[in-house]
C-alpha cells in the first residue's frame, strides 16, 4: 500500500465513510491566502517544481535550516535544483512533521507520484514533477479547476490599485478571486519613516492630500469602498495582539499629527492610536456587512540578523506569547455597544488562548446572524493535525462546530490545495471516532450535513461572496 492511499488519516470505518460520502468532493472555498494575484491573471506556467514548490516556502526553508542546509540553498543564489536536491535530501529527517505529510500528499495530488521522496528518488520525481507542469493542467488556471475552487479572497493592500484583479474579473477563469483589504501599514506611527511613506502611497492613489487625522480617514474609506466595489466582502488584519485602550478623537488626531512630523509614538500611544483605527475599520466592515478577520499571535522577525540580510516573512517568525482577552473583549465591545459589530473571525496562534478564544466568540453572538464571530481554523503553526484537533475540541466544547467556517489553505503557493484535504480527513476522522465510541449517535443523516457544511457550506453562505 502507498503511503498515501485513500484511507490516509482515517483510523475507523465510519471516518472513511463520512470522508468519502460527505466530505471528499466538497469545491473549496479559500478565503484567507496569500496567492499573488499577478499569478492568476497572467495564468502562469511553472518551470519546474523549485518554483511552484519551494520558491517562498518559508516552512520548508525552517526544516532545510534545523537540517544544516545553507542559506544558499534556501533563499540564496544556489541553483533551482540545488534547492531541490537539499529540500529532498531534508525529507526523511522531517518524519512527524506535518512537512512529510504535506510533501507527498503534494506529489501524489499534482503529479500522481507514491514514491516517498528522499535523495534516491529525487531526479525522478524532479522529471516527472517537471514534465506535467507544462500541461495546461498544471498552470495557475489549471490548478485552480483540477481542485475545484470556488472562490479565493487574496490578502491586498489598501493602496494597491487591484488591476491583476480586474484582469481576472475580465477574463473566462472559472474561479472567482476577491481582494481582502489588509491596512496593516495603517497602525505604523511608532515608525514614522515607514508610516509616512505609507501614507503617501495612499495620498497618491486617492489624488488627495493628507495632512490629517480627518484627512487619513477620508482616504482609507474611499479605498475601502473601491475595494467593495471589486467584489471584496473581507478585510483581515495581522497583530501581535488586539487593541483595546480607546483614545479621544483629539488625542488620536495629535498622535498622527506628530508621526507625520517624524515623532515616533511612543508604545503607549501606538496602542492607543491603533485602537482608534481598529474602531474605523471595524465600522467600515459593518456598515458594507463584511467580515473581519484578526489574526493574532505572532512575533515576527525574531531574528534580527536574519531580518535585515532577508526581509520579512522568511522564516524567522513563532508563536508569540501575549495576554489576548482583556483588550480582545474591549475592542469586540465597544463595537457591539456601537451597533457596529461586523461579522468577526478570530484566529490565534498560540494554543494556550484555545479557551479564551472559543469563549470570547460566545459574547458577541446576536441571535441573528448564525456564527457572527467565529473562532477560525489553526493557523500557520497550528495548521497541523494536533493542532486542527485542539481548536475543533475547544470549539465543541465551547460553542458550535456545526457553525465552523472550517479550512483554508493562508499560503503564497499554488501547491497548498491539499491542506484542505488534509483537515477534512482530520475533521471526519475525529467525528468518525465519536460515532464509534458511542458519543455521538451513529447517524449519518445528522452527521454528514455538519460534515459536508464544515467543508464548504458555512463559508459559502456566511461570507457574502458572488459565489454561484
Known amino acids: 500500500m502507498s503511503f498515501i492511499h485513500e484511507d490516509f488519516l482515517l483510523h475507523t470505518k465510519t471516518a472513511r465513510r463520512l470522508y468519502h460520502q460527505f466530505a471528499e468532493d466538497q469545491p473549496i472555498l479559500d478565503y484567507h491566502c496569500h496567492l499573488p494575484p499577478k499569478d492568476v491573471a497572467e495564468n502562469r506556467r511553472f518551470q ?18 534545523a537540517n544544516g542546509v545553507p542559506e544558499s540553498h ?7 535544483y540545488e534547492k531541490y536536491l537539499a529540500w529532498a535530501r531534508t525529507v526523511p529527517a522531517t518524519l512527524r512533521n506535518p512537512l512529510y505529510h504535506w510533501t507527498h500528499l503534494e506529489l501524489k495530488r499534482y503529479f500522481g507520484i507514491d514514491e516517498l521522496l528522499d535523495e534516491g528518488s529525487a531526479p525522478r520525481v524532479w522529471e516527472q514533477a517537471n514534465a506535467l507542469l507544462a ?18 479572497c487574496t490578502t491586498d493592500d489598501p493602496t494597491d490599485d487591484l488591476r491583476w484583479h480586474r484582469a481576472i474579473a475580465g477574463s473566462p477563469l472559472g474561479t472567482k478571486v476577491f481582494p481582502t483589504f489588509r491596512p496593516d501599514k495603517a497602525l505604523n506611527v511608532h515608525v514614522p519613516e515607514l508610516f509616512n511613506a505609507w501614507v503617501d502611497r495612499l495620498a497618491a492613489v486617492d489624488n488627495t492630500e493628507i495632512s490629517t487625522l480627518a484627512d487619513f480617514v477620508d482616504a482609507i474609506r474611499k479605498r475601502h469602498d473601491f475595494f467593495h466595489e471589486m467584489g471584496g466582502r473581507l478585510s483581515d488584519h495581522g497583530l501581535n495582539h488586539a487593541f483595546g485602550s480607546f483614545p479621544t478623537e483629539h488625542e488620536a488626531a495629535a498622535i498622527f499629527g506628530r508621526a507625520r512630523g517624524g515623532h515616533a509614538a511612543t508604545h503607549e500611544e501606538h496602542g492607543r492610536f491603533a485602537s482608534h483605527m481598529m474602531l474605523l475599520f471595524g465600522r467600515l466592515d459593518a456598515e458594507k456587512g463584511w467580515t473581519k478577520q484578526l489574526h493574532l499571535g505572532a ?6 540578523r536574519r531580518f535585515h540580510e ?20 474591549a475592542y469586540l465591545d465597544r463595537l457591539d455597544q456601537e451597533n457596529a459589530l461586523p461579522k468577526t473571525v478570530i484566529y490565534n496562534l498560540n494554543p494556550a488562548d484555545n479557551y479564551v478564544m472559543a469563549t470570547m466568540i460566545g459574547n458577541f453572538q446576536d441571535g441573528i446572524t448564525a456564527g457572527k464571530i467565529q473562532f477560525g481554523s489553526g493557523w500557520w503553526f497550528l495548521d497541523q ?12 466544547n465551547c460553542g458550535l462546530i456545526s457553525r465552523f467556517l472550517g479550512m483554508l489553505t493562508d499560503s503564497r503557493s ?11 480527513r482530520v475533521l471526519c476522522d475525529m467525528f468518525g471516532r465519536d460515532m464509534e465510541e458511542g458519543e455521538t449517535p451513529d447517524n449519518d443523516d445528522l452527521v454528514g ?5 464544515i467543508c464548504y457550506g458555512n463559508a459559502h453562505r456566511f461570507l457574502g461572496l458572488n459565489v454561484a
Open 385 to 396: 493535525k494536533e493542532a486542527m484537533q485542539w481548536q475543533i475540541n475547544a470549539l465543541s
Open 449 to 453: 450535513p455538519v460534515v459536508r457544511d
Open 74 to 80: 534556501c533563499t540564496g543564489s544556489a541553483p533551482p
Open 48 to 65: 519546474n517544481l523549485f518554483e511552484i514548490w519551494l520558491e517562498g516556502d518559508h516552512y520548508k526553508w525552517r526544516a532545510m535550516r
Open 310 to 329: 532577508m526581509g520579512p516573512d522568511t522564516g524567522w517568525d513563532s508563536i508569540g506569547d501575549w495576554a489576548q482577552g482583556d483588550a480582545l473583549g
Open 414 to 424: 499554488f501547491m497548498s490545495y491539499p491542506r484542505h484535504e488534509y483537515f477534512r
Open 135 to 152: 500541461t495546461d493542467e498544471l498552470s495557475a488556471h489549471g490548478i485552480l479547476g483540477k481542485f475545484r475552487v470556488k472562490a479565493v
Open 299 to 304: 512575533r515576527r522577525n525574531n531574528n534580527t
